[in-house]
Structures are given as structure tokens and as C-alpha cells.
């Protein structure tokens, strides 16, 4: 129902910034969240960041504020990621979701729609 394409992943170096998009090929309904999770090997996946797509209210993972910023496009039915002073740690198979929830959940299974993923790797 929902396709969610991803693009943006690559190689940066420590310190370096990188931008992912997410179009979605329709909105899940009149009140969702979009966001990101990652995956890094050997780790479960954890939440990064969410916004709700009609307030626009964000959420961060601690390990990213002050790093990472979300932000939607409602004329291209976007969201993104920009990530600055990327760390190694930050290397991981990032993940677009959609959840069509009216609180935010932070645990991955429950969000219905997702990515195909795309890799970040961050060299030291």
C-alpha cells in the first residue's frame, strides 16, 4: 500500500555529513509518523529519529541529537535525514518507516512500512 524509496547512503569520513531522502509513493493517512532506524552489524535495530507528518514534532535517539535532523517535504512527499559530524559508530544499514500510529513508538516491529535500506559507512 505504502512504498517507501530510499536513497542518500555512501562512504563519508568521520566528521563529514551526509543526507538521506525517503519518498513515500502515498501517505499512510491523516495522522502517522515517518522516521529511521538503523542497523549495524551485530546489533539490533534501533530507533533514530521520527517526525510526526501533520504536526511536524521530531524525535531523536539520544545518541544523535545535536547531530541529526529530520525533515519532511509535503510537495514530494519526502522525508529526510541529515546527518553531520558522523561518527564511525554511526555505520549502519539505515532504514525509512512509516507508522500510522497516533503515539510514537520507537520499537521497529511495530511500524508497518518500510525501506529497502541503504548503507552509511563511516570511515576513522
Known amino acids: 500500500q505504502v512504498q517507501l524509496v530510499e536513497s542518500g547512503g555512501g562512504l563519508v569520513q568521520a566528521g563529514g555529513s551526509l543526507r538521506l531522502s525517503c519518498a513515500a509513493s502515498e501517505r499512510t493517512g491523516s495522522r502517522y509518523f515517518m522516521g529511521w532506524f538503523r542497523q549495524a552489524p551485530g546489533k539490533e535495530r534501533e530507533f533514530v529519529s521520527a517526525?510526526?507528518?501533520?504536526?511536524?514534532?521530531?524525535n531523536y535517539a539520544d545518541s544523535v541529537k545535536g547531530r541529526f535532523t529530520i525533515s519532511r517535504d509535503n510537495a514530494k512527499n519526502t522525508v529526510y535525514l541529515q546527518m553531520n559530524s558522523l561518527k564511525p559508530e554511526d555505520t549502519a544499514v539505515y532504514y525509512c518507516?512509516?507508522?500510522?500510529?497516533?503515539?510514537?513508538?520507537?520499537?521497529?516491529?511495530?511500524?508497518?512500512?518500510w525501506g529497502q535500506g541503504t548503507q552509511v559507512t563511516v570511515s576513522s
Open positions: 517526525i510526526n507528518w501533520r504536526s511536524g514534532t521530531t
Open positions: 518507516a512509516a507508522d500510522p500510529s497516533f503515539v510514537l513508538r520507537v520499537t521497529g516491529r511495530l511500524w508497518d512500512y
